[in-house]
Nanobody, 117 residues
Framework: QVQLVESGGGLVQPGGSLRLSCAAS????????MGWYRQAPGKQRELVAT???????NYASSVKGRFTISRVNAKNTVNLQMNSLKIEDTAVYYC???????????WGKGILVTVST
């Protein structure tokens, strides 16, 4: 069983920074793409950023240049450094990972990021 556990959410002011981390529990698992999605109330879940095992990244246009995704393959961990945060970044952020070879999609429970004055 794979469980993704997010951490690092919270309340920040506009222009501030926050770092999210997601770690997969258990052992014996390897993942293809890992990434972050987010969902604000009344909106659909949207892709924020993804990263391949080799480090190839993909960002939503709305966060490109402000967010940086990274991963530590040996620890099955994916991080999201969020800088220059905007009010519209407020959402529940979900960690996502796709199991290597099997393609099974795993999701974290979500962690709240609130950007407010």
């Amino acid at each position: 069983q794979v469980q993704l556990v997010e951490s690092g959410g919270g309340l920040v002011q506009p222009g501030g920074s926050l770092r999210l981390s997601c770690a997969a529990s258990g052992s014996g698992f390897s993942f293809n793409a890992m990434g972050w999605y987010r969902q604000a109330p009344g909106k659909q879940r949207e892709l924020v950023a993804t990263i391949s095992p080799g480090g190839t990244t993909n960002y939503a246009s709305s966060v490109k240049g402000r967010f940086t995704i990274s991963r530590v393959n040996a620890k099955n961990t994916v991080n999201l450094q969020m800088n220059s945060l905007k009010i519209e970044d407020t959402a529940v952020y979900y960690c996502n990972a796709q199991r290597l070879y099997y393609g099974t999609d795993y999701w974290g429970k979500g962690i709240l990021v609130t950007v407010s004055t």
